[in-house]
């Protein structure tokens, strides 16, 4: 149907799923915001805010993964900040509980390895132990950590650059759906 003076034109209906169509169209401080639930790195959410818009979520992941290796130790520091010990999610955050559901079944024996582990990788590395956790049992999760250990410092930088890819993916799919 053609528009009238009266009336606006149509639009084609957008292809982009809603919630990216909204991180596209947020003004900044509020895609910002939005951000934050991804990656407390304010680095990173510059680089996603500078990249829009994005035409599909493949776009957006490939930007993330981008950023993501660019970051410096003091990004990853940043980063770091915005996730919760392993088997110890905030309740005010509802996303890192869901991504640490495999600890909520531990056995206390396994909760009280993993607060000493914990406390072992924060004094050798001096930030908390990072883990893409989603879908990971207690079990793992702790042999994860007891193997990262070992890493020196510049392995353990680049493994938890790569885990922290791992998690911003899993947190945009569920942001842009």
């Known amino acids: 149907m053609p528009s009238s003076p009266l009336r606006p034109p149509e639009r084609a209906a957008s292809t982009q799923p809603p919630g990216l169509t909204r991180l596209n169209t947020l003004a900044t401080p509020e895609a910002l915001d939005l951000l934050r639930e991804v990656c407390a790195s304010p680095r990173w959410a510059s680089g996603i805010i500078a990249g829009r818009p994005y035409p599909d979520a493949e776009a957006l992941l490939s930007a993330n993964d981008t950023i993501t290796a660019s970051l410096t130790v003091e990004d990853l520091s940043d980063a770091l900040a915005g996730h919760p010990p392993i088997g110890r999610p905030t309740p005010a955050d509802p996303v890192s509980a869901r991504e640490q ?9 396994l909760r009280a390895e ?14 908390v132990f ?8 207690g079990e793992q999760l702790r042999d994860a950590l007891r193997a990262r250990l070992a890493n020196d410092r510049e392995q353990e930088h680049d493994v938890v650059r790569a885990e922290l890819g791992r998690i911003n993916r899993l947190r945009f799919l569920r942001l842009t759906a």
Request: aromatic letters at 6%; hydrophobic letters at 40%.
């Open 101 to 109: 559901r495999g600890m909520g079944e531990a056995s206390d024996d």
């Open 114 to 127: 993993m607060v000493e582990l914990n406390l072992a990788y924060q004094k050798r590395f001096g930030h």
């Open 130 to 137: 990072l883990i893409c956790a989603t879908g990971l049992s």
